[in-house]
């Protein structure tokens, strides 16, 4: 499956933005996806992720309460809405599909196709 994310953009503090993460391929509903993003000079972290069996849903402590992602398997996509959003929100965000069991969703490696990320940037 191929990812393409879209939607960051700059932003001000406590403002919201949706991002979109649209897939190809027939298969879409079989994945798993999750959102990670990446800050300059930190390492790739987790953000949220969403089963593709129920929908069950994942976020990191960091942004729980604040972030939401769902999926429209007719349309072959992920949303993720992001509200209240902080400076430390700012960073490039991807999409990522893969087959992990829930509990290894929070983990890059489980993911095997990999959007291009799309950037977010929280002004204070």
């Known amino acids: 499956v191929r990812l393409q994310a879209s939607g960051g953009g700059l932003v001000q503090a406590g403002a919201s933005l949706r991002l979109s993460c649209a897939a190809s391929?027939?298969?879409?509903?079989?994945?798993?996806i999750g959102w990670f993003r990446q800050a300059p000079g930190k390492e790739r972290e987790f953000v949220a992720a969403?089963?593709?069996?129920?929908?069950?849903?994942l976020y990191a402590d960091s942004v729980k309460g604040r972030f939401s992602i769902s999926r429209v398997n007719a349309e072959n996509t992920v949303y993720l809405q992001m509200n209240s959003l902080k400076p430390e929100d700012t960073a490039v965000y991807y999409c990522?599909?893969?087959?992990?069991?829930?509990?290894?969703?929070?983990?890059?490696?489980?993911?095997?196709?990999w959007g291009q990320g799309t950037l977010v940037t929280v002004s204070s």
């Open positions: 391929g027939r298969t879409f509903s079989t994945y798993g």
């Open positions: 990522a599909a893969g087959r992990p069991i829930l509990s290894a969703m929070r983990s890059r490696a489980m993911y095997n196709s």
């Open positions: 969403i089963k593709s069996t129920d929908s069950t849903t």
